[in-house]
């Protein structure tokens, strides 16, 4: 049994780190922090939470640095920029730190980091040893890494879906096409312009077409899978729903393949994987089928006379795109069962 810990716990991530946390069977106690709200309990914050702790955690948002000292492992969902600080710490007292900003993962390259957020590091020595935490990809450093950098949403469904067709080779490189959807929750739970329900509902629209910070860290995946880079086209649109991401990624092949093949290749690729589901051919990913849970499901069409490959993935951001994958990782580090706390059943409506 250990101790976790979260800073930046009444945010949409936090809470559902929140909500997964207070049933693991490996957490003993939990420890809960908030910059906005410090001081109150989080159950008036989240009256979903009431009645439900567990006796896990009392609730109440306290200061950020007990919180690190109370917890064999913290959680940061904090803006971006910030954890550096928490990591260093957290190295210092020989604990476990994930983070769920894009503090931690592009490794130790800082110029990529500084390119598309705008920010240099202030300890750039814990980005030495730190690992980027998208389990299928480095499951087996992860499992030795005191630092993770917890994947975004929309990187691990486009990762997802193309992984093992790049693993082999089998994809044209020169241009991946990314479509991506996701739902309002992505946008944080801070009102603006953006997520206000006047300007979102009953609307679907495309938003930072060719500027969105997940593009370099979608072709850094895929280029690592590939061993060679990747060009990816990029455009994330916005869609009237509290939570869910739909990605549908377009390559060309290079020979021509029928569906029965690429379908029979990810069933292999993917059959030890707990939470990458191949669906059947004939089937379609729907964020409905996985929805509060930690699936990644994803489809295969093969189109264009078998030249041109059209994968759809489908994902909770919230969960598999966000907190249950953090949890998957703790659950990495600390030997426990991988699927620990995160083996919800979707709710298909």
Not at 283 to 289: E, G, L, M, P, V
Not at 321 to 347: H, K, R, S
Request: net charge negative; charged share 20%; hydrophobic share 40%.
């Amino acid at each position: 049994m250990i101790t976790a810990g979260i800073i930046g716990a009444t945010g949409y991530v936090g809470v559902e780190l929140v909500r997964l946390l207070i049933s693991h069977p490996e957490v003993a106690k939990l420890s809960l922090s908030s910059v906005s709200f410090e001081g109150q309990n989080i159950v008036d914050i989240y009256p979903n939470l009431r009645g439900l702790l567990r006796g896990k955690t009392d609730g109440l948002l306290g200061d950020a640095d007990a919180v690190v000292e109370a917890s064999d492992v913290v959680f940061t969902a904090l803006p971006h920029g910030i954890a550096e600080k928490y990591a260093a710490t957290c190295l210092e007292k020989g604990k476990k730190l994930i983070d769920l900003s894009a503090d931690f993962r592009f490794d130790d390259d800082e110029e990529t980091f500084k390119a598309w957020y705008g920010k240099s590091w202030e300890f750039p020595a814990v980005h030495a040893g730190s690992v980027y935490g998208l389990p299928e990809l480095k499951r087996d450093l992860i499992k030795k890494a005191s630092v993770i950098g917890n994947p975004g949403c929309y990187v691990t469904a486009a990762t997802l879906s193309l992984l093992p067709m790049l693993a082999k080779g089998l994809v044209k490189t020169d241009c991946v096409i990314v479509d991506a959807k996701s739902g309002v929750t992505g946008t944080g739970r801070n009102p603006t312009a953006t997520n206000n329900f006047s300007e979102c509902g009953e609307a679907f629209a495309p938003y930072n077409v060719g500027k969105h910070r997940h593009q370099p860290e979608i072709a850094r995946n895929m280029s690592c899978a590939a061993g060679k880079p990747v060009n990816v086209v990029f455009t994330p649109h916005l869609i009237p729903m509290s939570r869910g991401i739909i990605a549908t990624v377009y390559a060309q092949l290079e020979k021509k393949m029928t569906a029965e093949e690429v379908h029979a290749l990810y069933s292999e690729h993917y059959k030890a994987e707990p939470f990458v589901r191949v669906l059947p051919l004939g089937s379609t990913a729907t964020t409905r089928n996985v929805r509060g849970s930690n699936f990644c499901d994803v489809s295969v069409h093969v189109v264009n006379g078998g030249a041109t490959l059209e994968m759809v993935s489908a994902i909770d951001n919230m969960v598999k795109g966000a907190a249950g994958q953090a949890v998957q990782n703790m659950n990495l580090l600390f030997g426990f069962a991988e699927t620990a706390g995160i083996d919800q059943v979707p709710a298909a409506f």
